[in-house]
């Protein structure tokens, strides 16, 4: 397969707001009009580093919110086997145990690959590898409000855990590196998973990508 035989859209945009509800939503969608299998989602989530070493102790103390958190290196590697037309066989990441678990998620290479993650345009070597990026534009508050809930209801956390993260780490880290990688996206979206125009606009531009590979 060629260079071109993987079309990578990368969405991104602060914690919680609505990456993962814009990437499953137009997801799903594709899937219905185009296949299965020719469509497929990534987390950059799974690419959090191991710490399988580090004591629980330890680990509560990583700042996941910096890009130095993230094993862009196999994310990278990753993208271009399925560029080449490989399979690859993703981390599944744990984040009650923050750390990856022993098992790998097999995913065979796409036409589309929609991947989602807070920190993908702060890296040069990934925006060289996308042929389309969106920058979920959510207000902060929102979103905070929104990761409290899920962190607690789906992530193992405490009410103070989420403040004292978002305060230590999770802000800081927003406004020092994602929102300055907005400069780097193609499109910028308001209202996230639920804004139905960008959603068909998106929907519409991937098919053109398609159409023109
Ligand atoms: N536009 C929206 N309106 C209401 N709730 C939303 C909206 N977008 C996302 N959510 C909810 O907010 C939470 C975080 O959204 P998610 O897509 O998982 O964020 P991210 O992937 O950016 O961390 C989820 O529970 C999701 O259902
Ligand atoms: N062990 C971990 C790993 C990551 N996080 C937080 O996840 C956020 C990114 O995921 P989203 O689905 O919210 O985009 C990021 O802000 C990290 O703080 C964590 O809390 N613990």
Redesign the pocket.
């Known amino acids: 397969m060629s260079d071109q035989s993987c079309i990578i859209i990368a969405i991104t945009g602060a914690?919680?707001s609505g990456?993962?509800l814009i990437s499953s939503t137009i997801h799903k969608e594709l899937c219905n009009e185009l296949g299965y299998e020719e469509i497929g989602m990534i987390?950059e989530?799974s690419y959090?580093k191991d710490q399988g070493h580090l004591s629980f102790k330890e680990?509560i103390k990583?700042n996941?919110?910096h890009p130095n958190?993230m094993d862009h290196d196999l994310l990278i590697q990753h993208l271009k086997a399925l560029k080449l037309g490989n399979a690859i066989d993703i981390p599944v990441?744990n984040?009650v145990e923050?750390s990856r678990t022993q098992e790998v998620t097999h995913f065979e290479p796409k036409k589309v690959v929609i991947l989602e993650?807070?920190l993908l345009l702060t890296d040069e070597r990934i925006r060289q590898e996308v042929n389309m990026s969106v920058f979920v534009d959510t207000p902060l508050d929102i979103c905070f409000i929104r990761?409290l809930q899920?962190?607690m209801e789906e992530?193992g956390?405490s009410l103070q855990s989420v403040i004292e993260?978002y305060q230590a780490?999770?802000r800081p880290m927003f406004l020092q590196f994602i929102e300055p990688s907005k400069q780097y996206a193609d499109i910028v979206v308001p209202q996230g998973g639920k804004n139905r125009i960008a959603i068909n606009m998106l929907k519409a531009q991937i098919k053109h990508l398609l159409d023109n590979k």
């Open positions: 914690s919680a990456k993962s987390a989530d959090y680990r990583t996941y919110d958190s990441y984040y923050h993650g807070i990761r899920r962190d992530r956390r993260q780490t999770v």
